[in-house]
């Protein structure tokens, strides 16, 4: 298997490792911004995308910082391979035409929605599908504290609290907005708000609050960055 890794970040590590757990004889290429860039143990750096034309490569994963997605896309869609992209696919809605092309062109494509693939979310897409039961409303919530998601690392400075690096728990923590998708399909219209006048006292929203109509029942969901002790809830009242 070889594969190739677009950004070398946090992410990317793990997927790494995950990759070597499946197959520890995998090739495993990277494609770096700058040669001075720290390396990785068994990878293989490279720093132009068409050292690699003409090569078989698996699939790609994009894990780059969100802003950078479009350009990561535009360089992998070259290989003609599948692809593997971080959440969320952009930033913007800059992309769109990139997307629309891969879709055409029929390239296997999956964003890192991972949530999905939870029993206990599976097990609810089940039984809204096939228990007939009026869903009378839907609570989604999801804190964090961004301070401790990267050790070492100043907090301020990450994508996450940058909104021009795509930071911002709006688009950052899309998980539950995605998988009330996945689940109810798409709501009639959606009210949110977002702020970020915690006391993080970061730029990107580090709070977020949606209600989205699907016409028989409302879902709420809350995001926020700043809750120091982790929570991630689903309440469906029936």
Known sequence: MRVLVIGLGSIARKH????RNIDPEAEILALRSSI??????????IYDISAIKGTKIDFAIISTPTSEHLRSLVAARELD???FIEKPVYH???????????????VLTYVACNLRFL?????IKNAVETRGVAVNEVNAYCGSYLPEWRKDVDFRKVYSSVPEMGGGVNIDLIHEIDYLYW?????????KVLRNGSSLGIRAVDYANYTMDYGNFCASVVLN????????TLEIVW
């Not at 689940?183 to 009210?191: A, L, N």
């Not at 960055?225 to 991630?232: E, F, G, I, L, S």
């Open 16 to 19: 790494i490792a995950a990759l």
């Open 36 to 45: 001075g860039a720290p390396s990785c143990d068994g990878v293989r750096d």
């Open 81 to 83: 391979c599948p692809l």
């Open 92 to 106: 913007t809605l800059e992309c769109e035409s990139v997307v629309r092309e891969l879709m055409s062109s029929g």
């Open 119 to 123: 029993d206990s979310l599976r097990f």
């Open 183 to 191: 689940i109810f399909g798409i709501p009639e219209s959606v009210v």
């Open 225 to 232: 960055y700043y809750r120091r002790d982790y929570k991630r």
